[in-house]
């Protein structure tokens, strides 16, 4: 049976991972997939001075951290009987800026009650949550080091990756600190699902071998740039069978940023189940009292263009969506028993 496994390590009594369900714009759909999604068009890789897997490793390394993070779980009964019990997971992720952030994956860190940092040289310091984003997976962390021990890593453009192209991954899978793999682009424009049931559009496959504990690291092309934050694997065994998923650094920068602005992010939300079609995204399901209900829309439509440009697939909706904010308007166009419409919606903040 194909598991789809976020990658946090927990530590307790041999426990294991539960993976939720997740969903496309509406939460609630009762599979956990990875979906591939055709694409009409790329962006050429931007030109760069590409290093030996060494090389990235040497320029990063100082950069990595691993992440430690202590809280407590309810019993389930005998022999807990009812208590609770801590557990501790660990994760890793990287220096974002000298201020001393540090991005990792939300699932780290959920229900943190301690968070420490452990750097390249074994000293660890504690940690406080600044942010976390389940719509993305991604989460902020700032960590009370000194100035000499924060290297940020740069985040590099993910819209610029090309399939084949050389990708880094470091971490601490099973508490194995700065171990590093290797491996290639396996594919782009994947969509991941994330903690709370939504899609996260324009997710990187790669081979190189990522498992439990590399939640949250960097995966870097060979120009030492952040493209990716590692965060599932689909695995038959459990393991690292080389199809593993990160995070694109273009979401990630977005996400950061307003973390570390305001410690929240607001997702726009149109409130529909979605699917391909023929020539545009069709409407598998619209949510009672959404905006798209509002606006008149059914299960069954198919939208062909979103704000005046042309969507042809999911990933392409859901980007447009992401682009607006809660409370913007935007024209959607659509067709219903071969007749084509217009609306125009108000886009709501997405429910948690």
Do not use: C
Not at 147 to 174: E, K, N, R, T, Y
Not at 181 to 204: C, K, Q, W, Y
Not at 211 to 223: A, E, M, Q, T, V
């Amino acid at each position: 049976m194909r598991r789809i496994i976020p990658l946090a390590l927990v530590a307790l009594a041999s426990a294991a991972l539960a993976v939720g369900a997740f969903a496309l714009i509406s939460p609630g759909d009762s599979k956990t997939v990875v979906r591939q999604v055709a694409v009409t068009g790329s962006q050429p890789a931007a030109e760069s001075s590409d290093m030996s897997v060494t090389g990235v490793y040497n320029q990063v390394r100082q950069g990595v951290v691993e992440i430690a993070v202590k809280s407590t779980a309810s019993g389930g009964g005998f022999p807990f009987d009812g208590g609770s019990q801590t557990q501790q997971a660990l994760g890793s992720g990287f220096v974002y800026d000298t201020a001393g952030h540090v991005v990792t994956n939300q699932h780290v860190v959920d229900g943190a009650q301690q968070i420490s940092v452990r750097f390249w040289n074994g000293a660890t310091y504690r940690a406080t949550l600044v942010g976390s984003d389940p719509s993305t997976d991604i989460a902020v962390i700032k960590v009370a080091a000194p100035a000499s021990m924060l290297h940020p890593i740069s985040l590099g453009d993910s819209a610029a990756a090309q399939v084949g192209q050389g990708v880094v991954a470091i971490g601490s899978p099973f508490g194995l600190e700065e171990t590093v793999t290797a491996g290639i682009v396996s594919a782009l424009h994947r969509e991941m699902t994330a903690p709370n049931n939504f899609t996260i559009a324009d997710s990187i496959q790669t081979d190189a071998a990522i498992n439990h504990g590399n939640s949250g690291g960097p995966l870097l092309d060979l120009g030492g740039n952040v493209v990716g934050v590692n965060a599932q694997i689909e695995s038959d065994s459990g393991g690292s069978d080389g199809v593993g998923f990160a995070i694109p650094s273009n979401t990630v920068r977005s996400i950061a940023t307003q973390l570390v602005g305001s410690g929240s992010v607001r997702h726009a939300y149109l409130g529909v189940g979605i699917s391909t079609a023929a020539n545009g995204v069709k409407l598998t399901e619209v949510r009672p009292g959404t905006p798209a209900a509002k606006a008149g829309l059914h299960a069954g439509d198919v939208i062909t263009v979103v704000g005046g440009l042309q969507v042809h697939d999911p990933t392409a909706l859901s980007t447009a969506i992401d682009a607006k904010k809660p409370g913007d308007s935007v024209t959607l166009t659509y067709t219903r028993n071969g007749q084509t419409h217009t609306a125009t919606v108000t886009l709501a903040e997405r429910p948690a």
